[in-house]
Structure formats: structure tokens, C-alpha cells
């Protein structure tokens, strides 16, 4: 009675190969550096994301076996979080709000205009791996709607010319 | 409040609270009482008023994610969520005004502008929690123009990105994201019912979707143990099972007991017509308390397997092909057989091995036809090789051969120690709710050579491993008892009272001995002196611990002293008698407890009463008009030595495969090999039947009515749900064969073998079918002092008087490593397949465990140049078998651990004759091995293959 879905996969084990050799090492050092801690989880993702460019699949279940928790879990805080990366980003990450504040003064027309700038729709990197762009639902900037955010440089009222120019301008 | 009956099976919304303090409200003006705690929702359901929900069930705690329960209370602002409101005094609430009413429509409105309307041709049509809703609060139309969407697949001819296909990964259910509603139900179920945390919510806001496991797993590759907790809680037809899919929707229910493990967990069998559709747990079963494992849930469809034997079959020698025949003529050869091997043998060359498969009814009559028919007392039953040292030490203890706490117990614990078990795959609905206890806070002490499941729980708290050698137990827990007794960590008033506590005293001088020392004991057992301190500490400082035991304990030569060893430590700690505490045996399957209370045993009648006690055989006797033998009769081993040297010839074996499960294969082979006369009634073709004369065909747990008894003595009642496919249920068979040797027996019914068992039996006198239909189940002790039976044994004193402490003196086991075999064998079983694999090796539970495989750890793998998958040569001094290696860290060094689910690998040629030395208990958890690379299957498995194949030739059937 074997089943064919049987016969590719075993069950009950990630379908990606789980970490292992030097990056296991490295993941187990961060996870290391916050032992103790309470509520390690997110500062252990940040860490990751930050020596990765991203959150590989393949350290999850690691994670969640040194936490105690499940591997789902883990997937399931690291997919809440949009600026948890299932790919590295490029160079440089060029953010533009889309949320209502921003709207009601023109965000939308705003983003369509750079992203024919630019070349790039959203979630995409420009073929040299320079620059992506994303959406963000607020950034907090209401008052100086609409706004962007240029790696860690936020923008306010924020103009094609000079969202373009800063997007550009990055090597 | 209302008058009227409210339907049990109602679903509540939210679980019940147990608070002492009432509070009174009224919901839409009728008062209601019901415990602090309680949320308006349930407040409502118990007023007899029901409030639309999607999101809430009372199998899980309130989430308050629909709004669809919205309510109006007079005083509080808005409208409050009814899920996630606690009852207060004198709160007025309404659940029907304009406003919840547009609010309710509005919410539906969207839920349903997100699914597809293919209500008719739906798998969940007629059991639809959506579709319900949609009718309670008057959904007429949909305003929402169709526009981005997860349910369709193509939207103006482009494929929908966010579309998902369905997860037909699981054998036995489908997951079809496009129906989801995104309630959380089933991921709240994988967390709180089932503790395996296999599911998640992907991703937020509109992107939410419901995960098993990581972005690239599917249901068979994530954590998920098929448990159908998940299944079971959707309120739409996004995961729903294969067989509902198939079938339909059921037509009525037929409430009855698993037929697996010890756990006897209750189930209502979903009927349409005569075919299963559906086995959903009971929500009132006392034991499992509405949750099931993937054994009970799914693996049932063995029961039409198109192996099963349908007609009884004869042949003259085992050699020969089998031939069909009518019943007559085959229980006429069988009783011929049976008396020509008494007159020319004896009268004690023949007997029988009662099943702990069958029902009570059965079993009673299986013993009865060896001491009341054959007139011996040659009668003996699995439990023998399984926990027939629980019945001795507990019974020398305590007074009682059986466990002493219910299952809800594990509720109130504060520590459980967890010796030789493995919950989570042996018994795990059990295993379900330690683990739920574990995340509330209880510790964890896990005495086993294996690091268990149990120890990887998500989000548990403390817990400490001692990873013992096998058939170090007894010395483990007497430096256990040690550390308790040198830092006066005892409980003097509870021994003083409850026990002799001059006996403790000699008790603790024994303990008190150097020899016992943790120190002295880590040379033995290879756990760190310090673990064992503070292991016994932990234990002894809990408010409220428990243990919980399995065949680790008991399949040792030293099985009995170890069951002793840990009375001893529940005692001295004062942890017997209260909730929270106790020592309760893990029974391995579903009637072990039961054959043993019906007298299975070749020395005790039914409720364990001597064979040479004069009043019980007088009661007998007179019950059953004939004479009794007063000399107690031969054990299975002993029927095994016997049948080898000529002296025993005749064997009625129901529901076993003792081929397979016995120790020592071989040794069982030439015995059965050697008799006159062997019958076997079983379901399958098994192992067994390879050396058998008569095969009787016997019905499944689904075809008869009956009664199991579970590890907590709780009798659960089995009912028929079809009619018997072979013909007969199992007890009318016996009572064939026994009418064919003149017994006159005249049962019309199980209940009336219940009867008889409620009049010769004190601890059953007060269990009747009447009773067990009202009460749905009992536990025994059940007569005129506890008529609806005894949950927690030995609450004021134990049943034998005083408890008694015996010194536990380890005495290693004579199975040694050395040289030729340097490595320690023990065995155990997986979740998905139970014991020797007769059923679930039918069923679609073959996806998770093809075949038994040998653990090894990596450092003796390294060592004999073995690699994951290899095939390897297991060899001891009884035999050798082949079987894949898997490497894991699991086992420690110079340890190796293998399941005997397959007949196939037959990891029981290896297991040596060794036994204990009380019950003959056979040693199956400690075998000294070797193990090398090999290239194909042992000579004996070739041998075995050939002889299995020509004994199993069925020849057509006359014209």
C-alpha cells in the first residue's frame, strides 16, 4: 500500500536539506549569543538575516529545535514579518509607502511613476543585484505623506526626481 | 432555565471551566448558572441558546478571530465577542438584536465573497459549519463583486497566483487551501489537542493561509502525526477525509472502543449503511477525552482488507495446503483432534492462549473452555510476555494487580517519571495529554537507554534524561530511593499511616547500603551519579508526581523487582491515592488489563483469585456444574518446553501471533511444529498459522459487541457496527468448539457472559450492559461499596491493608555483552504501526514505517563501516536476521534499539530465552548483539520465507 508521495519523500522531514557544516556553526553561534535571553526568537531571526541576507529555510528547523519550538512555528513568525527575506535583497533597498495616509496624496501614481523609472516592480532586484524595490504598509511618516525609504534613510514628501536620484545615486 | 434535554454531542463553543464559585446570568432573558470562568458563549449553549460561531469550538481554548459571536451586554460598550467574554454576575446579555444581526450578515458576507459556492457538489455538504452559519444569520446575498481571490483557478483566463492545489499528501486526509476559511481551528487543534505544533498560519492580513510546516512542506513531510485532530475541528470541507470524499456523508453512529492500544480510547463510528465512513473520537470518552492517534482515527480499513480469511479452512499436517470447509466440519475436526490428543496424552496435553485483542467476554470464555472443557488449567495469555510483572509487583504492593489512577489524573500532576514508555508513539493519546500538562508547567523525568519523543516536546518545561543500559533499572531506581532516604526527603506521616513503618525502616537500612549509592550505581547503569540525585529530588520535592511505566519495565529479568522498586518510590513520597499521583502502567494493547481480570492466568480464575483458594473453585464449580483442577496449569514458555519434549499436543490460540511476538523464534517454531492439534482464530493468515491444523476465522472489533477493559481498569463498551464478515463474532465461535466437546453452553448474547462474569467475580459484581450503556464506562472495582466504580484506587489505605516496601536487590540480568556480543538490543514500537503489524501492516500506515529498521549510533556505525540504510546482520546467541541500519544520536554508544512490526526482519529470532524471574516475563528490552554489514537476508529469514509461502496454499474450493 505504499503511496507514490512516499516514494520520492520520506515523511516527516523537511523537504529542504536542513543546514549543516560551516553554516550550522555560524547559525549555532548566534543562537548561542542569545541563550538566556527572553523571547529570543526575533532577535535570533535579525541576526540570521543579517549574516544571510535572508532567513534560509534550512536553519528554521534548527532554530525552532533549540527554542523548543516547532519548525511551523518558526516559519509562521518568520512569514508574519515581510522584512524577513525568503531571497537576498540587493545592494540597497529603496521602500515605498503605499498605506491610505500616503494614497490620499498621490502615493499610488507616485509608485507607478518610479517603477517605470527604475525599471523594477515590486519585490524585484535589478539584474547587477544594485538595488529592490519594495512596498511598506506605513512607515510612520503620515505627516509628511507620501514617504519612501532609502535603506536606512527615510524620505518625506517624497518626489519621483528625488527618489530617483537617491535610488540612482546608490552604487 | 430551559426544559428540555440538551444533546450531549452539542458543541459548547468553549471548553468548561472548574470553578467552584457559580455566577448567574440571564441570555436573552433566561438565567442561567454556570461555573466563574465560563464564557458567554457556553453560558448561552447551556441556557439552550445558540450563538453563531465559526471560529470557537469547545475542544479548543476561545480565540476570538470570526466575529461572527458577536453579542450585546447591557452596561458594556460595542459588541463584545462572546467567545472571549467571561461570565459576570448578574450580566444581561442579548444574542439576537438588529445590530449583532447586520454585524453577523456583514462578517458572513465577507467570509463568503472568499469562497467558492459549490455547496452541492461539496465533500462537506449536509456538515458544513460555514454553510450553517450562513443559513443561522440570514445571508441572502453577496454584495462583493468577484475580484481578487483564493478559491478560483483561473480568474478572466489567467492562472490566480493566489490559487494553491491541494495537499493530497496524507494517505487518509485532503487539505484544499481554496475552501479555508482561515479560522485557525486546526492549527489551534495540532497545538493544544495533539501538542505536535505541525501547523502554522503563513504569512498575515490577506496573504494568511494555513502552513504544514515550512514554505516547501506538504502534510507527509511536516511534523504532522495523522492524528485528525485538524480534520476533525473544520468547520468547512478544507481538510475532510479521503473516505468521506469517497462515500459521502455518514447516516448514523455506533459508539464503541478502539481496538489498539491500552489507552481504549472512545469512538463513534460514523456508519452508512454497513461501511465505515468516519471514526471520529468521542468527545465524552473518559479516556481519551475526544482525541485520537492516527491508529484508531484512520487504520481501521484491515478490517475489509481483502487478506482477511472469511471461511474456516483444515489440513491434516501444517505441510499440507489448507482446505476450505463448512464451520461444522471444522470445528468438529478440531474437537476430535483436541480429545484424541487428551486420551492418548493426557488430560493436561492440551490448552489455551486467550487474546488480549478480544473482548472480556471472549477471553472469559476462552479460559473457561480450558478449565471448565478441557479441565485444566493450561490457559495463559500475552500479558505473560508483557506486563504480567506489573500484576505481581502491584498486586505484592498494593493489593491490586492494575494501575491506580485514571487518565485524567495527568491533569493535576506537578512531575511525571516516565520509566521504559514511550508515550507519544505507544499510547499517544496519553502521550497528547502529558504533553499538554508539560506546557503548563509539570517537570519531566525520563528514565529509558532511548532519547524519547516525549524529551523533544514543544514548548515543555524542565526535564531530566537518564539515559540508563538496558537492564539497569532496578539498580537506577533503588539509588533513586537511596538520595530520597539519606536526605530524608520520605514522607514520614504518609508512611507511618499507610504503610508498617518498622518494614520502611529495614526498607531504609537496606537503601542506606553504600552499594546503592549513586556513585555506585553510574559504574552499573552508565547515568551520571548526579543526574540520579537529581532525578530523586525532583521526584521527591513535587507536590503531586506521578509515574507512568511501559514494557521497558516489565520485559526484563528483573521486571517484577523493578514494578516493586517503584511502588517502593511512590510510597515513600506519599504519592498514591490523591489526583496527580499514582503509578499507572501503560498497557500495551487494548484488553491486556481485561484478559488478565478474566482469569487468563494458569494460576488465578477470574479477579485474580488462586486456583488452590477451595471457595473460589467451589464457586466455580457450582456455576459452571463441573469439577475444577485445583493445580495451577502451564504458562506459554511452559507450553513451548512441554510441546518441544512431546509432553504437550494440543493448542487453541485466538487473536495472537505468539510466532512473532514470543522471544526466541526458533525455539517457539519447533514447539509449535511438534504439536497435534493447532488451531488459530484469527483475522489474518499470521505467522502463527503457519504450523496450524484448523484456521477459524475471526471477526474484527467493528463486527461484535463486548467490552474492553483499558490501563486504567475502565471497561469501555464495544458495539457492533456490522455484521461479522467471517459469519460469526468470536464468542459464538467458542462456544462452537466448546458445544462440539459437550460443554452445553447457551449464550444468546455478550451480555449475558457479562453477567455471568458480574456474579462469580466481587470486583465486577456491579458491571451489567445496563450499566455501561447508562454510564457509557466504568472502572473496576465496581460492586455495592462503588457502584459506579473506583476512578482513583487506594485513596484511604491500600487494598491489601498496608502498602509493603520489599528491598529491591539488583541482580544483573545473565544477558551480558562480551566479545562475540558487544553491543545491548532493545525493542519498542512506532506511532504508526502496533505490535506484530497484522492490522496497520494492511492500512495505508505503511506510508510512515515500511519496515523495522536498526538504530545504531554513529560512533559503533563508524566503527563496523556501516552507513544510514545499509543492510546490517543483527546476531546473538539465540539467532541472527537482517535489516536496514539508520544512524542517530537517539541511542547511546553500544546501544541498539529495533521495532518488530514485520515479519519480514522477525527482530524476535534474535531476543534470547531469558525471562523474569517471578512472572517468566520474557527479557525482550535487553539482548547482547552483534552487528555487522551484510548483503541479504540471514539463512533463517530464506528458510522461513519458503516454508511461510507453502504453508499459506489455500486449495480452490470443491465443486
Partial sequence: MQSPANASHPPNTPKVAVLDGEGLERLHAIIARHAGSEGPLLPILHDVQAEWGMIPEAAQPIIGSALGMSRAEVYGVVSFYHDFREAPAGRHVLRLCRAEACQSVGADALAEQVRGALGLDWHETSADGRLTLEPVFCLGLCACAPAAQMNDRLVGRATVQRVVALAEGAR | MKDFIIPDDRDFGTPASHSDIAVTLTVDGIPVSVPAGTSVMRAAAIA??????????????????????????DGMRGTPASCTT???????????????????????????????????????????????????????????????????????????????AKDHSNPYFTFDPAKCIVCSRCVRACEEVQGTFALTIDGRG?????????????????????????????????????KVIEVGTP???????????????????????????????????????GHSCVKGRFAWGYATHAERILNPMIREHYTDPWRVVSWEEAIRFAADRLRAAQERHGRDSVGVITSSRCTNEETYLVQKLARAVFGNNNTDTCARVCHSPTGYGLKTAFGTSAGTHDFDSVEHTDLALVIGANPTEGHPVFGSRLRRRLREGAGLIVIDPRHIDLLDSVHRNDAIHLPLLPGTNVAVLTAMAHVIAAEGLYDEAYIRERCDWDEFLEYRDFLLDPRHSPEEVERQSHVPADLIRQAARAYAKAPRASIYYGLGVTEHSQGSTTVMAIANLAMMTGNIGKPGTGVNPLRGQNNVQGSCDMGSFPHEFPGYRHVTDIETRKLYEQAWGVPLSDEPGLRIPNMFDAATQGRFKGLYCQGEDVLQSDPDTSHVQSALANLDILIVHDLFLNETSNYAHVFLPGSSFLEKDGTFTNAERRINMVRRAMTPLNGHADWEITVMLANALGAGWDYGHPSEIM?????????????????????????????????????????????????????????????RTGGRFPLLLTTGRTLTQYNVGAQTRRTDNTVWHPEDVLEIHPHDAEQRGIREGDYVRVASRAGDTTIRAKITERVAPGVVYTTFHHPTTQANVVTTDNSDWATNCPEFKVTAVQVSPSNGPSEWQEQYRSHSELSRRILPAAE
Avoid at chain 2, 55 to 72: E, I, N, P, W
Avoid at chain 2, 123 to 151: I, S
Avoid at chain 2, 212 to 229: E, P, Q, R, W
Fill in chain 2, 206 to 242: 490577506f496573504d494568511s493561509r494555513v502552513s504544514a510546516g515550512m514554505a516547501s512542506d506538504s502534510f507527509l513531510s511536516s511534523d504532522c502525526v495523522s492524528c485528525g485532530a485538524c480534520v476533525q475541528v473544520c468547520p468547512t470541507a478544507t481538510l475532510i477525509e479521503n
Fill in chain 2, 251 to 289: 447516516e448514523r453512529i455506533v459508539k464503541t472502543t478502539c481496538a489498539y492500544c491500552g489507552v481504549g480510547c472512545s469512538f463513534d463510528a460514523h456508519m452508512r449503511g454497513e461501511t465505515v465512513v468516519k471514526m471520529v473520537p468521542s468527545k465524552d470518552g473518559k479516556a481519551n477525552r
Fill in chain 2, 86 to 164: 467571561p461570565v459576570a454576575e448578574g450580566m444581561v446579555v442579548r444574542t439576537q438584536t438588529d445590530e449583532v444581526a447586520r454585524i453577523r450578515r456583514g462578517v458572513m458576507e465577507l467570509y463568503i465573497s472568499d469562497h467558492p459556492l459549490d455547496c452541492l457538489t461539496c465533500a462537506a455538504n449536509g456538515d458544513c459549519e460555514l454553510q450553517d452559519m450562513a443559513g443561522a444569520v440570514g445571508l441572502r446575498e453577496v454584495r462583493y463583486e468577484p475580484g481578487k481571490n483564493h478559491f478560483q483557478r483561473r480568474e478572466n483566463d489567467e492562472p490566480n497566483p493566489e490559487w494553491r
Fill in chain 2, 48 to 73: 439552550g441558546i445558540t450563538v453563531p460561531k465559526l471560529c470557537a469550538t469547545d475542544h479548543l481554548t476561545a480565540f476570538g478571530s470570526c466575529r461572527l459571536c458577536v453579542v450585546q451586554i
Fill in chain 2, 755 to 815: 453477567d455471568e462474569i458480574a456474579l462469580t467475580t466481587p470486583s465486577f459484581s456491579g458491571v451489567s450492559y445496563a450499566l455501561l450503556d447508562r454510564e457509557q464506562s466504568v472502572q473496576w472495582p465496581c460492586n455495592e461499596k462503588a457502584p459506579l466504580g473506583t476512578p482513583v484506587m487506594h485513596i484511604d489505605g491500600f487494598v491489601r491493608g498496608k502498602g509493603k516496601f520489599i528491598n529491591t536487590e539488583y541482580v544483573p540480568s545473565e544477558e
